[in-house]
């Protein structure tokens, strides 16, 4: 099986081809790749390369790695290649590629990506039958500073995705609004009408609120927007929008999505979205439009919407194409097409240049927007083209000719032409028809003095040279007939001798001419000087003309229609024409002068009688066109039948007819309750050219309603409605049943009616009753229409059940069946509220309550009671046989300065219910006075949130203040004007602490007496008080704080120190006098300090100073903090004997020891005796030491350790010191023993099993092989060794070989076998692997 090659750099000769190929171009179904195939015809089962999927362009922050991925296909297998335009690709340190086998993907990488990799980079993928090849785009942003860890931590952003919601019935497609933001105002209303939207005010209202959250969004990426462009078709097949921005940040991303989907586009136009940027214009553009381009499309700059644009490709036809149109210059012409489906807007379009509404230009929509039309007035040579319609993406062409009419280009100066300057006024008229009203008279304007004229004889040019300054369109001096093209009004009329008038052709507008003096090169060659104005200044009647010209009218068949226009002068007689034809008064055509208004009035309109109508009366015209329609209409006595409520039984049938006229073809359809009834179970519609009718079989109740009948043709719709009425029985009575009274004389109850009266009113109720334990229904009757009705024939104690009909002229409902109603059964009052005081004195107190909630069947009266302070016993108010029927009494039997309670009792037909909870404890004793204000009021202790305060009672004065019962607290912050009150109850004791305060907040506070008088005067501090504990000088809590830490290099270091100070101090932390690095972590509080390094390194060794300062002194405490490791050991070792007995080792030092001042060494000793190591010298910070007491005759071995705060290193072995006494060797003599031989070939001891795993699964198998030597296993699948392919898992431990698949598919199906091998055989097992679905 072939195998694909990892990808490698782009060769500087990439571009080059194959010696004797041929170069065909072809593009890919990919957008954005190129084909180039090396051969004529492609061999069978061949194929050249293509990218399934290119690369896309990618942007990442510096320093990370940017990664492209492609999908390649090609037979036979490409060879893929990668390089950039701005240099190459061959470090392979920086640039990576790979074939990932399991994704079937190329892979290449940018590794570190920085501001030197921004490049258009090049993938090739080439076999002997062609070449792909295409480009992405590398952008590298600027890196983020290397800031704290956690600071880096950010909430990870995706690219903007708006899945598009399922809208619900009735609700606003959210798209609209992105639409709006970016539309023009007067495209607000087609973009409601394709949403389906017809709240305008609310739209508006919203869409104002969303304009401004918008502009804020925007302010932050762009400095200005302007020049928003909604898509539009172009003649060519493409969809362009655009918009004009300037970006706050050059390197800022431009992002286009479709229906919240990101877009990948190009700017080099090969690919279907593309992007043509001229200055701060974007211009967006889709190739190859479809029905599947249709949707939301929007520009975003970062995170921030610019432009939102909705296309809509509708499943549209032209039914009646464009024709052909040829006119002459100054006519009309139209063009007129006809849709399958309605459609808002169409683009218009004349050659590459877009034709919307304006003065030469009118767009006429139907109201079903099927039939549009496009009227170009006052044509010009310069108008003839090709005139395109586009509906969605469907375009429709006609060709446009327009004839030179050459009396339109020059006039005449002849003063006998009276047609050319009949021509001229009507064609002023016409163009001045929008205008109310015309100045009668005009001056003539003085022009400057002519310094020459022309005096010719015969035909004078006169070219320019007539004056034409006056309005009145007076020439220059050219005999004959002069040319006059000065651009006045043209209107004068030149007499023909002498001095030409040079009346030119002036187009028709009011205007000075610009011509000069008249020159008249004819034959003449004298000239002289004008002495004089040239024109008179005098008025001059400019003639008849129009003050009110003829208007377009459109009206309907059968009725009358009306033309009308007024001239200047009462005087003047004119001719009314149609198509050319003169018209005069006949039958059903009346024309009437009165004065200067000049009518023409066609009783009955037919068909025949549109056209355009011309009114011209002395050489001046005006003209207008009268268009007949014919919209449905409704016979007026059809109509009034049909209008007749239609009522008719359930189960029976309802036909609906109405007879109409109007224009082939028409629609006619039939609406049920607003939804549209089509043929089919039950329903028969029939319609004709005069009539239709719906015929409803089996009716049911449901179907009442309104039946609406729309008939609609091109020029028109006409509705008519009716009522059906679908009689039938009720709906049965609705619950819950309310049970009125339930006493021990009668069952009083009360219900809903019907929910649907089935069309009757209803007559009577039909009921019966059923007494709990017995089984038989006793029937009570017919009651009247009313749903209530009251039981008297009860017994005591028994429950009852009833069953409730409804009944009316069409029959009775099913029943409603109530519960279970007790009958006679005690139903005692609820307990009242708690009795208030309304006022006490020494003889009386006035108590008012109110009644129980409960009150079980209506309240008789209530008993009072009260109750001596100490007492158990409570006394009855008022007499037992009288109870109190208000709810308010008098207590009069008090007696002064005693305290009382008071409580009360509902009654009713049932008896006493229970009593209320007391009252509040009351004296009778007359009203007290207000206490005095509290003295000695301190503050006794503070913190953060709190304040304690104590005070004073106030003194009572007879008559005056009266003694204090309770306190309130009141605070008021120091930017607020309002008092908030700690207290809700009055506190009894004289000392408050107030909690929830704000930390160092300024509060003023007072304290408030109050008592049974009421409230006395306030007592405050006179200054505000801070909330915070009093000041304390900062002081370290923690007696047995460390002031010598020992860390191991990578662990973390962390230091706490408490310490008590107020207000809250500074904290500081410095390492040998410098502030501390960015990755130690500092955490503070109120009560202490926490230094924390998570991965300490050997540079964080330092004395570190902890600073706590606040307004009353500062405190510093210091500590040591050595970050080392477990030291290196020593260098070698060598013995010395300087002394006999002792041994000298010296050593190199440890390369830590310069590190470390507080490594030092240790030395050990062993002899050959005792065997065993012992220390001999500890704690040497030389790199020197003597060993005494060495005995001759013994070995000595010695090892050097390098020690520290942490540990200790690996020991450095000396080498052996003194001499080993010679012993004569002692020999055994064993027996000779034979070799074993376990050499064996390779063997299965356990073979392998048939496997059949789930697609997508694990796949695990495993066998077990013996052989000496070793044998070397391989692993086949269908004959394809698998010990280096990277997607299978294998190992060999101790004989047993295992394999594993992680992700089972259909390419792992087939057989899968074991070799082993060594010198003495070779040994194979082999089993089959199925994939399940």
């Known amino acids: 099986m072939p195998k694909h090659s990892d990808p490698t750099p782009a060769a500087p000769d990439e571009e080059t081809l194959p010696p004797g190929s041929v170069e065909i171009k072809r593009r890919s179904r990919v957008p954005g790749v190129m084909i180039t195939q090396y051969v004529e015809l492609v061999p069978r089962g061949c194929s050249t390369p293509d990218f399934i999927r290119k690369p896309f362009s990618v942007t990442i922050p510096g320093g990370k790695t940017a990664i492209f991925r492609a999908i390649i296909s090609g037979d036979p297998i490409p060879t893929v290649t990668w390089g950039r335009t701005k240099g190459d690709t061959v470090d392979p340190e920086k640039y990576r590629a790979r074939y990932d086998e399991r994704n079937r993907e190329y892979i290449f990488e940018v590794v570190a990506a920085g501001a030197d990799h921004i490049d258009t980079y090049k993938f090739f993928a080439t076999n002997v039958y062609g070449k792909a090849v295409c480009t992405s785009n590398l952008?590298?942003?600027?890196?983020?500073?290397?800031?704290?860890?956690?600071?880096?931590?950010?909430?990870?952003?995706?690219?903007?995705?708006?899945?598009?919601?399922?809208?619900?019935?009735?609700?606003?497609?959210?798209?609209?609004?992105?639409?709006?933001?970016?539309?023009?105002?007067?495209?607000?209303?087609?973009?409601?009408?394709?949403?389906?939207?017809?709240?305008?005010?609310?739209?508006?209202?919203?869409?104002?609120?969303?304009?401004?959250?918008?502009?804020?969004?925007?302010?932050?990426?762009?400095?200005?927007?302007?020049?928003?462009?909604?898509?539009?078709?172009?003649?060519?097949?493409?969809?362009?929008?655009?918009?004009?921005?300037?970006?706050?940040?050059?390197?800022?991303?431009?992002?286009?999505?479709?229906?919240?989907?990101?877009?990948?586009?190009?700017?080099n136009g090969d690919n279907k979205y593309n992007l043509d940027q001229r200055g701060t214009k974007y211009c967006f553009s889709i190739k190859d439009l479809g029905a599947g381009d249709a949707g939301l499309y929007q520009v975003d700059v970062d995170e921030a919407n610019i432009l939102s644009t909705n296309f809509q490709v509708p499943d549209v036809e032209f039914d009646t194409t464009l024709k052909d149109c040829k006119a002459k210059e100054g006519e009309d012409a139209t063009f007129e097409c006809v849709l399958s489906v309605p459609v808002g807007k169409i683009m218009w379009y004349k050659d590459d240049v877009v034709l919307e509404e304006g003065e030469r230009c009118e767009i006429v929509v139907s109201e079903d927007k099927k039939s549009h039309k496009l009227v170009m007035k006052d044509l010009d040579v310069a108008d003839q083209g090709t005139i395109t319609a586009i509906a969605g993406i469907v375009p429709c062409k006609a060709s446009l000719e327009v004839a030179e009419d050459p009396n339109r280009r020059k006039g005449k100066g002849s003063g006998d032409d009276d047609d050319e300057a009949a021509r001229l006024a009507a064609e002023k008229?016409?163009?001045?028809?929008?205008?109310?009203?015309?100045?009668?008279?005009?001056?003539?304007?003085?022009?400057?003095?002519?310094?020459?004229?022309?005096?010719?004889?015969?035909?004078?040019?006169?070219s320019g040279l007539g004056d034409g300054s006056g309005g009145d369109g007076s020439g220059g001096d050219g005999s004959g007939l002069g040319d006059g093209s000065g651009l006045g009004d043209g209107s004068g009329l030149g007499d023909g001798s002498g001095l030409g008038d040079g009346s030119g052709d002036g187009s028709g507008k009011d205007g000075d001419g610009s011509g000069g003096d008249g020159d008249g090169s004819?034959?003449?060659?004298?000239?002289?000087?004008?002495?004089?104005?040239?024109?008179?200044?005098?008025?001059?009647?400019?003639?008849?003309?129009?003050?009110?010209?003829?208007?377009?009218?459109?009206?309907?068949?059968?009725?009358?229609?009306?033309?009308?226009?007024?001239?200047?002068?009462?005087?003047?007689?004119?001719?009314?024409?149609?198509?050319?034809?003169?018209?005069?008064?006949?039958?059903?055509?009346?024309?009437?002068?009165?004065?200067?208004?000049?009518?023409?009035?066609?009783?009955?309109?037919?068909?025949?009688?549109?056209?355009?109508?011309?009114?011209?009366?002395?050489?001046?015209?005006?003209?207008?066109?009268?268009?007949?329609?014919?919209?449905?209409?409704?016979?007026?006595?059809?109509?009034?039948?049909?209008?007749?409520?239609?009522?008719?039984?359930?189960?029976?049938?309802?036909?609906?007819?109405?007879?109409?006229?109007?224009?082939?073809?028409?629609?006619?359809?039939?609406?049920?309750?607003?939804?549209?009834?089509?043929?089919?179970?039950?329903?028969?519609?029939?319609?004709?050219?005069?009539?239709?009718?719906?015929?409803?079989?089996?009716?049911?109740?449901?179907?009442?309603?309104?039946i609406k009948i729309k008939i609609k043709n091109e020029h028109g719709t006409i509705e008519a409605d009716t009522k059906l009425i679908v009689l039938d029985k009720p709906t049965p009575p609705q619950p819950p049943v309310e049970v009125v009274e339930s006493s021990l004389n009668a069952i009083e109850m009360k219900w809903r009616p019907p929910k649907d009266d089935g069309g009757c009113p209803i007559t009577n109720y039909i009921m019966e009753r059923q007494q709990l334990g017995r089984n038989t229904w006793v029937k009570i009757g017919e009651i009247p229409g009313q749903p209530s009705y009251r039981d008297t024939d009860i017994d005591r104690g028994r429950k009852y059940t009833y069953r409730i009909r409804a009944k009316n002229a069409e029959g009775i409902s099913d029943m409603m069946v109530t519960d279970d109603i007790a009958a006679g059964s005690l139903c005692f009052p609820g307990a009242p509220a708690p009795p208030k005081v309304a006022s006490a004195f020494k003889d009386c107190i006035n108590l008012t309550w109110v009644a129980p909630a409960n009150t079980g069947g209506g309240i008789l009266g209530y008993n009072l009671e009260k109750r001596k302070r100490g007492s158990n016993l409570w006394t009855l108010v008022n007499p037992a046989d009288e109870p109190i029927k208000e709810k308010k009494y008098a207590v009069k039997d008090v007696i002064e300065g005693a305290e009382y309670e008071f409580r009360v009792t509902a009654i009713n037909v049932s008896g006493l219910g229970e009593p209320s909870a007391p009252s509040e404890l009351v004296f009778a004793r007359d009203p007290k006075k207000r206490p005095g204000k509290v003295t000695d009021l301190k503050l006794t202790g503070s913190s953060y949130n709190s304040l304690s305060l104590s005070w004073a009672k106030p003194k009572a004065v007879d008559g005056v203040e009266d003694?204090?019962?309770?306190?309130?607290?009141?605070?008021?912050?120091?930017?607020?004007?309002?008092?908030?009150?700690?207290?809700?109850?009055?506190?009894?004791?004289?000392?408050?602490?107030?909690?929830?305060?704000?930390?160092?907040?300024?509060?003023?506070?007072?304290?408030?007496?109050?008592?049974?008088?009421?409230?006395?005067?306030?007592?405050?501090?006179?200054?505000?008080?801070?909330?915070?504990?009093?000041?304390?000088?900062?002081?370290?809590?923690?007696?047995?704080?460390?002031?010598?830490?020992?860390?191991?290099?990578?662990?973390?270091?962390?230091?706490?120190?408490?310490?008590?100070?107020?207000?809250?101090?500074d904290i500081t932390w410095l390492?040998?006098?410098?502030?501390?690095?960015?990755?130690?972590?500092?955490?503070?509080?109120?009560?202490?300090?926490?230094?924390?390094?998570?991965?300490?390194?050997?540079?964080?060794?330092?004395?570190?100073?902890?600073?706590?300062?606040?307004?009353?002194?500062?405190?510093?405490?210091?500590?040591?903090?050595?970050?080392?490791?477990?030291?290196?050991?020593?260098?070698?070792?060598?013995?010395?004997?300087?002394?006999?007995?002792?041994?000298?080792?010296?050593?190199?030092?440890?390369?830590?020891?310069?590190?470390d001042d507080r490594l030092h060494y240790m030395v050990m000793k062993r002899d050959s005796v005792k065997r065993t190591?012992?220390?001999?010298?500890?704690?040497?910070?030389?790199?020197?030491?003597?060993?005494?007491?060495?005995?001759?005759?013994?070995?000595?071995?010695?090892?050097?350790?390098?020690?520290?705060?942490?540990?200790?290193?690996?020991?450095?072995?000396?080498?052996?010191?003194?001499?080993?006494?010679?012993?004569?060797?002692?020999?055994?003599?064993?027996?000779?023993?034979?070799?074993?031989?376990?050499?064996?070939?390779?063997?299965?001891?356990?073979?392998?099993?048939?496997?059949?795993?789930?697609?997508?699964?694990?796949?695990?198998?495993?066998?077990?092989?013996?052989?000496?030597?070793?044998?070397?296993?391989?692993?086949?699948?269908?004959?394809?060794?698998?010990?280096?392919?990277?997607?299978?898992?294998?190992?060999?431990?101790?004989?047993?070989?295992?394999?594993?698949?992680?992700?089972?598919?259909?390419?792992?199906?087939?057989?899968?076998?074991?070799?082993?091998?060594?010198?003495?055989?070779?040994?194979?097992?082999?089993?089959?692997?199925?994939?399940?679905e």
Request: hydrophobic share 30%; glycine share 6%.
């Open 963 to 1065: 003694e204090a019962k309770g306190y309130y607290v009141e605070i008021r912050p120091i930017d607020c004007m309002d008092w908030s009150r700690c207290n809700s109850t009055a506190a009894i004791q004289t000392s408050y602490t107030a909690v929830g305060l704000k930390s160092m907040a300024m509060y003023w506070v007072r304290v408030i007496a109050t008592n049974d008088g009421g409230e006395g005067e306030p007592q405050g501090f006179d200054n505000y008080i801070i909330a915070m504990p009093p000041p304390v000088k900062p002081r370290f809590t923690d007696r047995n704080m460390k002031t010598f830490l020992v860390v191991r290099s990578g662990n973390t270091v962390r230091v706490h120190i408490n310490f008590e100070a107020s207000p809250m101090p």
């Open 1071 to 1155: 390492k040998d006098n410098m502030a501390v690095a960015h990755r130690v972590t500092i955490t503070n509080t109120h009560k202490g300090s926490q230094l924390l390094i998570p991965t300490a390194e050997r540079k964080d060794t330092g004395i570190y100073t902890i600073i706590v300062k606040n307004m009353v002194g500062q405190e510093t405490f210091n500590v040591e903090i050595r970050v080392t490791d477990d030291p290196k050991p020593p260098g070698p070792i060598e013995l010395d004997e300087n002394v006999k007995g002792t041994v000298t080792l010296s050593w190199l030092p440890s390369p830590d020891e310069k590190r």
């Open 429 to 462: 008229a016409r163009r001045q028809k929008e205008k109310d009203d015309l100045e009668a008279k005009r001056r003539a304007q003085a022009e400057r003095d002519a310094t020459e004229v022309g005096d010719g004889s015969g035909l004078g040019d006169g």
């Open 1173 to 1332: 190591w012992r220390i001999v010298g500890d704690r040497l910070f030389n790199n020197k030491f003597t060993v005494a007491n060495i005995m001759p005759g013994r070995e000595y071995n010695f090892r050097v350790f390098s020690k520290n705060d942490v540990g200790m290193s690996q020991p450095v072995l000396a080498p052996t010191w003194g001499t080993i006494s010679k012993r004569e060797k002692s020999t055994l003599n064993f027996p000779e023993s034979k070799p074993l031989d376990l050499e064996c070939a390779p063997k299965f001891l356990l073979p392998l099993k048939f496997h059949s795993a789930p697609q997508g699964y694990e796949c695990y198998m495993s066998c077990a092989v013996k052989g000496n030597p070793r044998p070397h296993v391989t692993w086949y699948h269908n004959n394809v060794s698998l010990n280096t392919d990277t997607n299978y898992f294998i190992s060999n431990t101790c004989g047993v070989c295992s394999m594993l698949i992680l992700r089972v598919g259909p390419k792992n199906i087939g057989e899968y076998k074991v070799v082993a091998d060594n010198p003495l055989g070779v040994a194979e097992c082999a089993t089959q692997l199925t994939v399940r």
């Open 139 to 267: 952008n590298v942003t600027e890196a983020p500073p290397n800031e704290d860890f956690r600071k880096m931590l950010k909430k990870t952003t995706m690219p903007k995705k708006k899945p598009k919601k399922v809208q619900k019935e009735g609700e606003i497609d959210p798209a609209i609004w992105d639409v709006l933001l970016s539309a023009q105002k007067k495209d607000y209303e087609r973009i409601c009408f394709e949403f389906g939207v017809t709240d305008f005010r609310f739209i508006l209202k919203k869409l104002n609120l969303m304009k401004k959250e918008r502009e804020k969004e925007q302010a932050k990426v762009v400095e200005k927007v302007s020049d928003l462009k909604q898509i539009e078709v172009r003649r060519d097949g493409r969809a362009e929008f655009e918009v004009d921005m300037q970006l706050k940040d050059p390197n800022s991303q431009v992002l286009l999505y479709k229906d919240g989907v990101m877009l990948d586009y190009s700017t």
């Open 522 to 706: 004819g034959d003449g060659k004298k000239k002289r000087s004008r002495t004089g104005p040239l024109v008179p200044e005098s008025v001059i009647d400019p003639g008849v003309h129009f003050a009110s010209g003829l208007l377009d009218t459109t009206a309907n068949k059968g009725d009358s229609a009306e033309l009308c226009c007024v001239l200047s002068s009462e005087s003047c007689e004119g001719a009314w024409y149609k198509d050319g034809k003169k018209l005069k008064s006949t039958d059903g055509i009346t024309i009437v002068k009165d004065g200067a208004t000049h009518k023409l009035i066609i009783d009955s309109c037919s068909e025949d009688d549109s056209g355009r109508y011309r009114f011209e009366a002395d050489g001046r015209k005006s003209e207008a066109m009268l268009t007949i329609q014919d919209p449905p209409k409704i016979d007026a006595d059809s109509l009034k039948n049909f209008r007749e409520p239609v009522i008719v039984r359930a189960g029976e049938n309802a036909s609906f007819k109405l007879e109409f006229k109007g224009k082939e073809p028409m629609k006619v359809q039939w609406f049920k309750q607003d939804e549209e009834v089509l043929p089919g179970h039950h329903v028969r519609t029939d319609s004709s050219d005069s009539h239709s009718s719906l015929l409803l079989s089996k009716c049911q109740r449901r179907d009442t309603g309104e």
